[in-house]
T-cell receptor, first 114, second 113 residues
Framework: GENVEQHPSTLSVQEGDSAVIKCTYS??????FPWYKQELGKRPQLIID?????GEKKDQRIAVTLNKTAKHFSLHITETQPEDSAVYFC?????????????FGKGTHLIIQP | EAQVTQNPRYLITVTGKKLTVTCSQN?????MSWYRQDPGLGLRQIYY???????DKGDVPEGYKVSRKEKRNFPLILESPSPNQTSLYFC????????????FGNGTRLTVT
């Protein structure tokens, strides 16, 4: 099955700086890569996703890049704000057959320092 | 409002006492799944269902059962809970398995003593 590695496990940045979280995956059949944000005590919620036919996708201060050859994808948050403090999960899923669900990384605790 | 509803939010029980956590979605989603979340381990899939009467094991199915008799409901059953099943559980649904985002419920924090 798919295996997703996520780094770092904790990331502390100054407010206004950029944050980058990186993930690698093992299954070359994976074609969908969502990112979820989980605030303290709340459920995970999708913030951005990317399909394998796209190399980069942006949504305001958030962007995701995908390198299919190297099997890694990254989340970029620019001009970080206090409300960006949360745990972020990357995930991957093989498509085109099979039945396994999303495989998640172990999460990154992003801390925004004032 | 489109949502996934889990109940209860908190549950404390004793070893061996059967329990059920309910999950219901109102979005007519075909795909539903259960995850458990433990510190340092992220979200791990327990069971999933592609459609009514179709269920299959995820990565950590031992000690759990599920059923999908109706499209909207996907209960998680612990026949004989043990302390190692103390965890935060999330139900989730999506339109399909592959390219649709998961919608999560609010979670059930289970403690087994």
């Amino acid at each position: 099955g798919e295996n997703v590695e996520q780094h770092p496990s904790t990331l502390s940045v100054q407010e206004g700086d950029s944050a980058v979280i990186k993930c690698t995956y093992s299954d070359s059949a994976s074609n969908y890569f969502p990112w979820y944000k989980q605030e303290l005590g709340k459920r995970p919620q999708l913030i951005i996703d990317i399909r394998s036919n796209v190399g980069e996708k942006k949504d305001q201060r958030i962007a995701v890049t995908l390198n299919k050859t190297a099997k890694h994808f990254s989340l970029h948050i620019t001009e970080t704000q206090p409300e960006d403090s949360a745990v972020y999960f990357c995930a991957a899923i093989p498509t085109g057959g099979g039945a396994d669900g999303l495989t998640f990384g172990k999460g990154t605790h992003l801390i925004i320092q004032p | 409002e489109a949502q996934v509803t889990q109940n209860p939010r908190y549950l404390i029980t004793v070893t061996g006492k059967k329990l059920t956590v309910t999950c219901s979605q109102n979005m007519n989603h075909e795909y539903m799944s259960w995850y458990r979340q433990d510190p340092g381990l992220g979200l791990r899939q327990i069971y999933y269902s592609m459609n009514v009467e179709v269920t299959d094991k995820g990565d950590v199915p031992e000690g759990y059962k599920v059923s999908r008799k109706e499209k909207r409901n996907f209960p998680l059953i612990l026949e004989s809970p043990s302390p190692n099943q103390t965890s935060l559980y999330f139900c989730a649904s999506s339109r399909d398995r592959e390219y649709s985002p998961l919608h999560f419920g609010n979670g059930t924090r289970l403690t087994v003593t």
